[in-house]
């Protein structure tokens, strides 16, 4: 255990703090693809390919909901920084207690949505009708126990409000362990099928919560809950429900996007999508940097955000954004010199039409990785700033831009108007967070 349970990101190094915050983070995120390949591989070697298309029928399902919780639970964290990093410690109390009343609010209605819709969303999807069933039982045990997983994100996001990352990434490589100890178990040793894959996945984050649960009672005063003291505080209320919301309609909409795309991925046939899946999977990889510096500086501005130095939130932003900067240099210094030899090694393919797929799209998107960069940087920092409507708009905007690729842009040039999409819909949106941004800060007065 770090024997520092909290950080103040409003003094100190800029740079170092945000490497220091973000380094857990990025470890965290990685074991996160760990128990995604983890699942997958045992499914598939375990199970075969039947039981492994069942489970990639849900994916889009899966992504979608997660990514609901997960954007509530960084919204909650903004708000709950933000008293933070001002002091305002019964504000900062009320805000914590109302987190979690609200987490359990949408735990509930998760729940009720999945037992009644999960199926005919299955359906909708085009979930052949071989493994409708075998998609079912093991998409509605993950989301019966959705609690689990809302549970694990609130308190990481407690946790990385104060500024302690540190902690969420042991309680999530506890969890890796114990999942692939569960999968090997449960879906081979004791026949469970599919089924058993959910269950380990539920199970090794329920050990997650009870590691992260005990760390605050006995390490974590400050986010101790006063019973006698709880009341309810509509304006704490309200912008932790909206914060949350917004946030959380900001994933969803940016996933929502990417189905509409492999909707049109899907008319150009096995080469295309097998090359499109591999470019995705390296993007995705990229993209873990990139998030986290993102999840970071929020953190980061939200805090000093709370303690009104304005000065500073400038200096995260600079620092968040060469940061990000530096890493798009670097992978497309990567992609240049060995983007095919690594597609290869992705998908074990020699076929050069699939590999020129994968290359277009990466010669098409990684250089736009800079402008990507900025735009998740100011996206979340306005949401951090208080600004909720704007950061949705610019993904509404993003979304309309990828109905636009799939059903216009594809149709007139192919493939290649879906590289193009976006790269187009990141410059598109860039102007309109980045004057967002400039607004939000002129409001602010420098107290320092």
Request: proline share 2%.
């Amino acid at each position: 255990m770090p024997k520092k349970v909290t950080f103040n990101m409003t003094e100190g190094n800029v740079i170092h703090i945000l490497l220091l915050f973000t380094v857990p983070i990025f470890i965290s995120n990685l074991f996160q693809q760990l128990y995604n390949v983890v699942d997958i591989a045992v499914i598939g070697h375990v199970l075969g390919d039947h039981a492994l298309a069942a489970v990639g029928a849900t994916t889009s399902i899966y992504s979608l909901i997660i990514g609901f919780i997960n954007g509530m639970s960084n919204g909650f964290c903004v708000v709950i920084a933000r008293y933070f990093g001002g002091n305002e410690h019964d504000h900062f109390q009320k805000a914590v207690y109302l987190s979690i009343f609200l987490s359990f609010i949408t735990t509930i209605a998760i729940t009720v949505f999945s037992l009644l819709f999960l199926k005919p969303l299955l359906i909708l999807l085009h979930t052949p009708a071989d493994i409708l069933n075998i998609s079912q039982s093991y998409i509605s045990v993950i989301m019966l126990f959705c609690c689990v997983t809302f549970a694990y994100n609130l308190l990481s996001s407690m946790l990385r409000a104060i500024g302690n990352s540190y902690v969420p990434l042991y309680a999530l490589m506890i969890a890796s362990v114990l999942n692939v100890i569960l999968d090997i178990f449960l879906v081979k040793g004791l026949n469970m099928g599919v089924k058993g894959a959910a269950f380990a996945t539920v199970i090794a984050q329920g050990f997650s919560v009870l590691f992260l649960t005990v760390y605050i009672v006995k390490c974590c005063p400050l986010l101790h809950i006063n019973i006698k003291k709880i009341e309810m505080h509509r304006t704490i209320f309200s912008e932790l429900l909206t914060t949350g919301f917004s946030m959380a309609m900001m994933l969803v909409l940016t996933n929502v996007g990417s189905v509409i795309l492999q909707g049109s991925i899907n008319s150009f046939g096995t080469a295309t999508i097998t090359g499109h899946t591999a470019a995705r999977k390296f993007h995705d990889l990229c993209m873990l940097p990139l998030g986290t510096i993102c999840t970071s500086s929020a953190t980061f501005v939200s805090q000093n955000y709370g303690a009104k130095k304005k000065e500073r939130i400038h200096q995260g932003i600079k620092a968040s954004i060469f940061l990000g900067t530096a890493w798009s240099i670097l992978v497309l210094m990567i992609v240049l010199i060995c983007g095919s030899e690594l597609i290869h090694a992705l998908t074990g393919s020699n076929d050069m039409a699939v590999i020129n797929v994968s290359m277009k799209y990466l010669y098409w998107n990684v250089p736009f990785y800079i402008v990507l960069n900025i735009l998740l940087i100011m996206r979340n920092s306005l949401q951090a700033l208080g600004n909720k409507i704007l950061p949705v708009a610019a993904s509404m905007v993003e979304l309309i831009g990828k109905f636009a690729g799939a059903f216009c842009l594809s149709k007139i040039i192919g493939y290649f108007g879906i590289c193009l999409t976006e790269p187009i819909t990141w410059a598109v949106c860039v102007p309109i967070v980045l004057g967002g941004f400039v607004k939000e800060m002129n409001k602010l007065s420098n107290i320092e």
